[in-house]
């Protein structure tokens, strides 16, 4: 049963850079016809995709994260990435990877991991 | 970009009552890509509804969706005690994905 789970620093400092890990297991990355994304909720705030990836290239962003967010994967180890730079207060979220095939809806999700920006 | 307007914000109903939770376009999604999800504290989310009206896999049939164009509806037949939550819409027919607010189903 595929399953992915998010992991990293649940303490960033302003202006630094947010990376966590979505890990993936019971399939692999590269052999599913599927995207992988990132989704953040505020507390007691509501949904933002950030965005998702294909493994074989073509990687999207929301405009309004664009010029801050980069995910990356690594095939060998199953696992993709996020990195959000120059955080601010306003970055404190619950973070989720989840997988959607292609034209289709998130079907997967981790239970997302809480990552609070504060110095 | 595509702004999912849910309404009500909340539901306040009493178990075997039914629920309807409405999900407003600003524009048309496209094939109807419009999904619905549960969202309970602690929990994973669970997709439940995707194409505005198939359930997804293990979803029992008194979760229905429908509607086309710009307005849906997610309905839910008679509540039982595991679906008081909170319900988000979905499109993703055109980038960037967006969601609704939410709407939170409680008891009364």
């Known amino acids: 049963q595929l399953q992915v789970q998010e992991s990293g620093p649940g303490l960033v400092k302003p202006s630094e850079t947010l990376s966590l890990t979505c890990s993936v297991s019971g399939g692999r990355i590269s052999r599913t016809s599927s995207y992988w994304g990132w989704i953040r909720q505020p507390p007691g705030k509501g949904l933002e995709w950030i965005g998702s990836?294909?493994?074989?290239?073509?990687?999207y962003y929301n405009p309004s994260l664009q010029s801050r967010v980069t995910i990356s994967v690594d095939t060998s180890k199953n696992q993709f990435f996020l990195r959000l730079n120059s955080v601010t207060a306003a970055d404190t979220a619950v973070y989720y990877c989840a997988r959607h095939p292609a034209s289709d809806a998130f079907d997967i999700w981790g239970q997302g991991t809480m990552v609070t920006v504060s110095s | 970009e595509i702004v999912l307007t849910q309404s009500p914000g909340t539901l306040s109903l009493s178990p075997g009552e039914g629920a309807t939770i409405s999900c407003r376009a600003s524009q048309s999604v496209s094939s109807s890509y419009l999904a619905w999800y549960q969202q309970k504290p602690g929990q994973a989310l669970r997709l439940l509804i995707f194409?505005?009206?198939s359930r997804a896999t293990g979803i029992p049939d008194r979760f229905s969706g429908s509607g086309s164009g710009t307005d849906f509806t997610l309905t839910i037949s008679r509540l039982e005690p595991e679906d008081f939550a909170v319900y988000y819409c979905q499109q993703y027919g055109s980038l960037p994905l967006t969601f609704g607010g939410g709407t939170k189903v409680e008891i009364k």
């Open positions: 194409g505005a009206s």
């Open positions: 990836f294909y493994y074989t290239g073509g990687t």
